[in-house]
């Protein structure tokens, strides 16, 4: 078998023909049906129904303060809960592949059970740990440190938290790969030529890692972007994100042009930060 | 002048005992090398002097100062790895003088102290390239001097030639020694090509598993091997088994030889190894008896070129013998023949 | 050795902020009243016993299982033939493929949802079993699609040769040498979707339509109405689940290596 020979006929391609139809008419499909549906017309009375049309309405509400400042809350928490899960998950990951095997295996049952939690379970449970009645605020007071207990929910804090603490797990696992090819020699070498611990990791791992962490942060970020549950349930309004907005256009109201117009928007602004978030990223490598 | 001195040093990785107490006293300035079969512990042995592996006891002294428990990057070795473990996101000259900058050298300085030392490995005007632009060759030397650049009191490196083609791999082995010595610096190198150690090195370390057989300049190694495993190991030896009559003869079957001696406190009836090397067995035409002969049979003839490889059978033993093509003995399988072991060129270690 | 115990006690920081809620679910869970104590007041089982007597928390039990096992099934039924065929045949439409395979998660998944969402109503595929089983079949297909790539590359390709020349066709060779090596990736990958689905809010609340709950959209639109300890028995139920599944992959496949682990002095 030559790695790269061409299929030829009809039977070769069969293999390819069930991912395809099921890819192309089900995720692709619908795609295509969000952006016609984005021109169309939206009757003033229907809930959920829409008329054949084309005109750019949908696209021009979007200039309102209202959802300038949801895209913009929705970025800065995307950006800074990507940022901290990377800045926790890229050490910890790094640390977890030196492990030796047993609690390497261990400790990756533990991300993937973590991981596995819905962002419904996740956003519940820190808003018990940061309520008032069964919260960590408690232990905090036991320890001394607070007069009294507090509620630290909803609020900005807690919303950068749930999503941090969801974000985390698929932060390891998306570097965990390529840090256990980082071989011992190179750290090994750095440390015979007098670096320190703290210093070879700061000097050979980070930089060698460099494109992992950059990816990892541009992948959570993205997912970040499509937060739904945490915001809502952690945040006050003004901390909703566009996910949000959209569900409600979409299942709320019913205007389901708006909200694939809003998707659509959505989708072209995560794209363009993904882009810049390349470029910068790549900039810095070559320095 | 005290170099480095390895005292009773052990290590175990579980149940598993990859070191075990290991003396070693190496001299300052020397060139040593560290000889075994694979997976006998000679890594292990020079990561313990490196500090990347902690003994599990004894300890490592480097000029009169104990080292057991400094940190790699306190102790100022300079180390070659297997895989060379080049930065791959750093340029060739900024591989080579990572350590300067650690220790806060300037960097127009540190820039021209790369391209002395690239000079001095024989590889100069690469400063900016990738490591990935480099031949495998190439890349060893940018190894060689990074692990230089902070002259460092001990030089270590870890099969380093391994990788290379044979031609490449003696070329190498020249200009390392030659550097060595000019440079003066105490050099240990890790080797499974006994070739390799006993051409290059002042000092040979011979292990087996986990342990230190014997330590001596390469021709002392190789005329007095000091046990069955080094003389089997280094080169091909005839090893027979042998018993001891007295201070200077054993029994070998029926028949009698005499050797320069015999081991240290080895009583009549004991079990010994006699030890020839191949070059020393001579073959002659049949029917000369005389002291120190065996009559034997030629079972098999290999031409290498080089030289002549006779098989011999002398009843229950088997030995080879091997001469240069002009001393080539006229001999062709099935002939029968006279095996001379002559007593000068006789090992008897014990079994 | 100072910095290693830094990196220990970092290393241990993290594990147990991670852990952290779900000690604090799991003690919730266990409250005799109906109200929200931490930690609890008075031990009760009465909160697992409701998931499984009263009706609505065991039918959104019931769907999700449905969900999450035929969901598994049809995103191996995709992943497997579209992996291989990128493996064996480096041409560009296997390439194409891949990455859309790859896109549900290089998207803010709620745009999935709603795409997804306008065409299952017209379909009628909304709000049923099957309907949310192929969205989620669909949506999470990366997993395995990655995993399963992740295990061809590891199988040295003259091994396949090997078998070529011995007279094995291409199906031959991919039942016979291909298949049993992936098998320990497509059963991960399998793991995943299933506990991923289970797990999944947003498509399954799109899809859903207020009138199929999953266990996820059930939690939500509970806690919407009012809170009730059988939303932290749920979670525990979940976060059991999800320790068995993956206990199970470690227990009887390379967990590592199948997440991607590769020393380089291992080959
Ligand atoms: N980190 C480790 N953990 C467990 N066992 C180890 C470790 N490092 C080495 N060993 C074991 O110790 C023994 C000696 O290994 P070492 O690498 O020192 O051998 P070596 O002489 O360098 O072999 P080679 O010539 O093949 O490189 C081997 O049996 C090896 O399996
Ligand atoms: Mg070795």
Known sequence: MSAHSRPRGLVPHLPFAWPALMLGCFFLVPFAIMVVVSFFHRPESGVGTYEVGFEFTHYLRFFSPLFARHILITIEFAAVAALLSVLVGFPFTYFLSRFRRRPQVLALVFILCVLSLSEVIVAYSWSVLLSRSAGISNFFVWLGLLAKPASWTPGYGAVLFGLTYFNLPFAVLIMYPQCTRLDTEITEAARTLGASPLRTFFTVVVPMLWPTIMTAAIVLFVFTMGAFVTPQWLGRPQHWMFAILISDQALTRGNLPFASALSMFFMAITLALVALTVRLGRRKIER | MPGLELRSVSKRFGPLTAVEAVNLDLPAGKFISFLGPSGCGKTTLLRLIAGLETPSSGQVVLEDRDITALPTHQRNIGMVFQSLALFPHLNVWNNITYGLRIRGMPQADRRRRAGELLEMVRLPGVEERDIKQLSGGQRQRVAIARALALEPTLFLLDEPLSALDAKLREEMQVELRMLQERLGITTIIVTHDQREAMTMSDLVVVMSTAEVQQVGPPLEIYRSPATAFVADFIGSSNLLDAQCVDPSTVRIGESEFSVPSVPEGARSGDALTLTIRPEDVHVLPSGDTASNRLPGRVSFVRDVGASVELFLRCGELELISISAPKDRPEARPGDDVMVELPAESCVVVRR | ?267
Request: glycine letters at 6%.
């Open chain 3, 1 to 267: 050795m100072i910095p290693r115990v830094a990196r220990n006690v970092f290393c241990w920081l993290v594990v147990l902020s991670l852990s952290l809620p779900l000690f604090i679910v799991a003690g919730v869970s266990l409250n005799q009243k109906k109200l929200m104590f931490f930690p609890p007041r008075g031990l009760s089982m009465r909160w697992y016993e409701e998931i499984f007597t009263k009706s609505a928390w065991l039918d959104s039990l019931l769907a999700s299982l449905g969900i999450a096992a035929l969901a598994g099934v049809l995103a191996l039924s995709i992943a497997l033939p579209a992996a291989y065929f990128l493996w064996r045949y480096r041409v560009f439409y296997a390439k194409l493929l891949f990455s859309i395979g790859l896109m549900p998660f290089a998207l803010p998944p709620v745009i999935t949802a709603l795409g997804m969402l306008m065409l299952w109503v017209p379909l009628g595929l909304a709000a049923s079993v099957h309907g949310l089983a192929l969205a989620h079949g669909i949506f999470l297909v990366t997993l395995p699609l990655v995993m399963i790539s992740l295990g061809l590359e590891s199988i040295d390709r003259e091994i396949v040769e090997a078998a070529e020349t011995m007279g094995a066709s291409p199906s031959r060779t991919f039942s016979t040498v291909i298949l049993p090596m992936v098998v320990p990736y497509m059963f991960a990958g399998y793991a995943f979707v299933f506990v991923i689905s289970m797990n999944e809010f947003i498509i399954s609340f799109f899809i859903g339509q207020f009138s199929l709950a999953t266990l996820p959209v059930k939690i939500f639109s509970q806690l919407r109405s009012g809170y009730t300890p059988t939303i932290a028995s749920v979670s525990v139920l979940f976060i059991l689940l999800a320790v068995v599944v993956f206990s199970l992959v470690a227990r009887f496949g390379d967990l590592p290596r199948l997440l991607g682990a590769w020393t380089p002095k291992e080959r």
